[in-house]
């Protein structure tokens, strides 16, 4: 599994809005500025979010985009899915985009590409925006005179 472009800087932008949760709607040139995410770029990634449920927006003078549930309750996969689609390395062994394969009944490489589907969706279904938070907390820590781009 390659991560696109597209879900880098959707997860970047998460981990960003997760920082600041509390703060209420997130303006997008901050995260864009912050996160060095092309605006138009992450105008759009953000709207798909917000299509599917896991971002608010709102409008007007204070408005921007906030999450619409808490960090620990939206997982890495998602919003890999969200913006790519099926996390599995080929169609016969996907949960949301399955296509039968010819050789499906006796192809070997198929049980092994389950396997793979299968231990990266349980780490991506596992790891919620709050675990990432407390990821980037942690290097803060160890990390004396770094620079922090998140406000804790």
């Not at 896991?54 to 921007?64: A, E, T, V």
């Not at 990266?120 to 596992?126: A, F, M, P, Q, S």
């Amino acid at each position: 599994m390659k991560l696109s472009k597209k879900s880098d800087y959707a997860l970047r932008a998460m981990i960003y809005l997760s920082m600041q949760h509390k703060k209420g709607a997130i303006q997008i040139k901050e995260i864009s500025t912050s996160e060095r995410i092309p605006q138009k770029f992450l105008e759009n990634i953000l709207l798909a979010l917000r299509k599917v449920g896991i971002l608010n927006s709102k409008i007007g003078l204070k408005g921007g985009y906030e999450l619409a549930r808490s960090p620990d309750l939206i997982t890495l996969g998602e919003v890999i899915r969200a913006l790519d689609g099926a996390i599995a390395p080929v169609d016969c062994v996907s949960k949301t985009s399955y296509r039968p394969c010819s050789e499906e009944v006796t192809c070997v490489i198929r049980g092994v590409m389950m396997e793979i589907r299968n231990a990266i969706t349980d780490v991506l279904d596992r790891v919620t925006f709050a675990d990432m938070c407390s990821r980037v907390k942690d290097s803060v820590e160890k990390k004396e005179g770094g620079v922090l781009t998140y406000t804790i």
